[in-house]
């Protein structure tokens, strides 16, 4: 097998030789090709998501010792989400290398941001599954490089938190749904709901709707890190 013009452009960019193409072939086969059946890059995305989440997370773990775990997760969610994702895959020129339907490439698919981060994570696994954590290891950081020196050390509040953890994982944002209202008009106590699409929610009550929202994703967080 031998590459492309495009492939090895992409070479060049991540600055990693393949000793087995195959592997890199499959992290670009994009499943609209419907001929190759299931050899596409799906499974690839699927491990190369788990690496890149473990190599940022002890990226983070041993260069800042400092933060705690509130604004590990954080920064970790903002590294590792589809848009981070899609922007290392565009730095790379990833996209001209996709193997992919006729009709998905001709209505965009290769600038699609969701395709595009899909395909780097699939392109890590590659990585990982021709040589070892090391290299893989040295690719990311080298990648996200720009990402991992602009990272803030500012611990959001609950809702904001909540809301960074759903879009890195591709989720719809969190829905506050106010319950009901108590006490006297001088002295109320708002009780608001937060729902995820997996069916996870929980309830905060507190003398403002803004407050009762910011209880309700802080417990909704809790349930988070338990279920995790």
Not at 1 to 10: A, C, D, G, H, S
Not at 15 to 37: I, M
Not at 212 to 223: D, G, S
């Given at each position: 097998?031998?590459?492309?013009?495009?492939?090895?452009?992409?070479c060049?960019?991540?600055?990693?030789?393949?000793?087995?193409?195959?592997?890199?072939?499959?992290?670009?086969?994009?499943?609209?090709?419907?001929?190759?059946?299931?050899?596409?890059?799906?499974?690839?995305?699927?491990?190369?998501?788990r690496?890149?989440?473990?190599?940022?997370?002890?990226?983070?773990?041993?260069?800042?010792?400092?933060?705690?775990?509130?604004?590990?997760?954080?920064?970790?969610?903002?590294?590792?989400?589809?848009?981070?994702?899609?922007?290392?895959?565009?730095?790379?020129?990833?996209?001209?290398?996709?193997?992919?339907?006729?009709?998905?490439?001709?209505?965009?698919?290769?600038?699609?941001?969701?395709?595009?981060?899909?395909?780097?994570?699939?392109?890590?696994?590659?990585?990982?599954?021709?040589?070892?954590?090391?290299?893989?290891?040295?690719?990311?950081?080298?990648?996200?490089?720009?990402?991992?020196?602009?990272?803030?050390?500012?611990?959001?509040?609950?809702?904001?938190?909540?809301?960074?953890?759903?879009?890195?994982?591709?989720?719809n944002?969190?829905?506050y749904?106010?319950?009901?209202?108590?006490?006297?008009?001088?002295?109320?106590?708002?009780?608001?709901?937060?729902?995820?699409?997996?069916?996870?929610?929980a309830?905060?009550?507190?003398?403002s709707?803004?407050?009762?929202?910011?209880?309700?994703?802080?417990?909704?967080?809790?349930?988070?890190?338990?279920?995790?």
């Open positions: 097998m031998r590459l492309n013009l495009n492939q090895q452009e992409l060049e960019q991540i600055d990693y030789t393949f000793s087995n193409l195959k592997l890199l072939e499959q992290a670009l086969v994009h499943s609209s090709l419907r001929s190759r059946g299931s050899s596409n890059n799906q499974r690839m995305e699927f491990l190369g998501d690496i890149l989440g473990f190599v940022i997370s002890d990226y983070l773990f041993e260069t800042h010792p400092e933060w705690r775990e509130g604004i590990l997760a954080l920064n970790l969610n903002a590294l590792v989400c589809k848009e981070a994702c899609s922007e290392v895959a565009e730095n790379v020129g990833l996209g001209k290398s996709l193997i992919m339907g006729r009709s998905e490439s001709k209505y965009g698919g290769r600038t699609k941001k969701a395709i595009l981060a899909d395909a780097i994570e699939a392109l890590i696994a590659a990585i990982y599954l021709d040589s070892n954590m090391s290299n893989v290891k040295k690719v990311i950081v080298r990648l996200w490089h720009q990402k991992l020196t602009n990272l803030s050390e500012v611990e959001l509040d609950p809702k904001t938190t909540l809301q960074h953890w759903v879009q890195a994982r591709g989720m944002l969190p829905q749904v106010d319950m009901r209202r108590d006490g006297a008009d001088h002295d109320p106590v708002f009780y608001v709901e937060v729902r995820l699409d997996n069916g996870l929610s309830l905060g009550k507190e003398k709707k803004r407050g009762a929202q910011q209880i309700a994703a802080k417990e909704l967080l809790n349930q988070l890190e338990q279920t995790l």
